[in-house]
């Protein structure tokens, strides 16, 4: 997604100065992998969620070479080595390699019908695996677990979902929204157990349980590891450029090398590094411009979350815990499965975490980016962007 997005950039501010190529190992246009889920649960196809048509590339005369894997980066002779095949040269470099799927170290996660849920080939394999209409455990209660689950259980699984923390999405609720998300995703016929933490992985010749540190122990026919993400390194470790927990990048997304970017999940900007869509698409906004010859800088981001999560739709941004000296104003309708938490610091919002009704998510979100002092709408921004609209005399 990181490439699409910086190629269809380039071609808005530098169309003609660079021969571009795309190079990928997966063996497919590029997609939106935000809804490999809607996939999964039969909501779309497979085609459906390419980023453009292959038309869109030949028309803006990008090169694609799909199902390549690249081996290494000679930094010196500004080369790439591709697997069973020619070496591709290179002036500008762009990594955008995303990152890699975690496997707890388990007893047992080698075992056949361990399987984890990151791209499409994932996807075809867990389609295949949900049509049998067996029992699946996933592992891990953020993003990628829910959507991993929620597509499961929609094809026909029965799913048991463990989290090892007190709450679904620890990282972009608070508390009661969470609680709120677990009820709703329980309607959803997915068993949800917290505090659960995965001991080991038992049977012969393939899974059979799953055991848990309390000593439980539940049958399954697979287990689906979504625990986690680690940006993908390898590359760019083995070529000698700065790596952290990510590629180590500056204000103009070039790392260690001249002349060698990287962006989205496999990067590292001021210690930080973002597992989202939106920072991948900003950091691509600047880096374009930065090729292109202009003066750009790329300053970090806001984090938010915007999504539909097991068909719940869930927004979180800035300190929607609430940092000390804030305040937050909460409304929570159980019945109607609607969470609203605004969070106010120094007269401006900070803070926000909304589900169930989430129209106004991205007004919210500007708020929060741009600082806007809101004394004038304090009482009305509760109720939503057309509720906080000036009144006509």
């Not at 490439?3 to 169309?15: D, N, P, V």
């Not at 984890?116 to 049509?131: E, G, H, I, K, W």
């Not at 659960?196 to 799953?210: L, M, N």
């Not at 937050?328 to 605004?342: E, H, S």
Request: aromatic fraction near 4%.
């Amino acid at each position: 997604m990181a490439a699409a997005k910086l190629a269809e950039e380039l071609s808005q501010t530098a169309l003609g100065r660079y021969a571009i190529a795309v190079i990928g190992e997966e063996p497919r246009l590029a997609y939106n992998r935000v809804l490999l889920s809607s996939v999964l649960a039969g909501e779309a196809a497979s085609h459906e969620i390419e980023l453009k048509p292959a038309t869109w590339w030949r028309e803006r005369g990008v090169t694609l070479k799909y199902g390549a894997r690249v081996t290494a980066i000679d930094v010196g002779r500004r080369e790439l080595q591709i697997e069973n095949d020619e070496n591709v040269a290179f002036s500008r470099l762009v990594l955008a390699t995303g990152s890699l799927p975690l496997r707890l170290p388990v007893p047992g996660a080698d075992l056949p019908g361990v399987h984890t849920f990151r791209d499409s080939r994932d996807t075809d394999v867990l389609l295949a695996l949900a049509a049998k209409k067996g029992r699946v455990v996933v592992v891990g209660g953020g993003l990628l677990g829910l959507e991993a689950a929620y597509g499961l259980a929609r094809a026909g699984a029965r799913v048991t979902l463990l989290h090892l923390m007190d709450r679904l999405m620890e990282r972009q609720l608070d508390a009661p929204a969470a609680a709120l998300l677990k009820s709703l995703v329980a309607r959803k016929g997915i068993e949800v157990l917290l505090n659960a933490s995965t001991a080991a992985i038992h049977g012969d010749g393939r899974v059979e349980e799953v055991e848990l540190a309390d000593g439980r122990r539940l049958a399954t026919d697979a287990v689906i590891f979504a625990a986690g993400i680690r940006p993908n390194v390898a590359l760019a470790k083995e070529a000698g450029l700065a790596v952290n927990r990510g590629i180590v990048v500056d204000d103009v997304m070039q790392t260690s090398a001249p002349g060698i970017f990287a962006l989205g999940e496999c990067a590292e900007h001021r210690g930080t590094c973002y597992g989202l869509v939106e920072p991948a698409y900003e950091q691509a906004r600047v880096l374009a411009r930065h090729l292109a010859g202009r003066k750009a800088a790329y300053q970090g981001s806001v984090v938010s979350t915007n999504l539909k999560v097991s068909g719940v739709s869930v927004f979180s941004a800035g300190d929607f815990m609430g940092a000390e000296g804030s305040e937050a104003m909460v409304l929570n309708d159980a019945r109607r499965g609607t969470y609203k938490k605004l969070v106010i610091a120094d007269g401006r919002l900070t803070g926000a975490v909304l589900i169930g009704e989430t129209q106004d998510a991205l007004w919210y979100r500007d708020m929060i980016r741009n600082r806007e002092p809101i004394a004038s709408i304090r009482t009305a921004m509760m109720f939503g962007r057309a509720g906080a609209r000036p009144q006509a005399a």
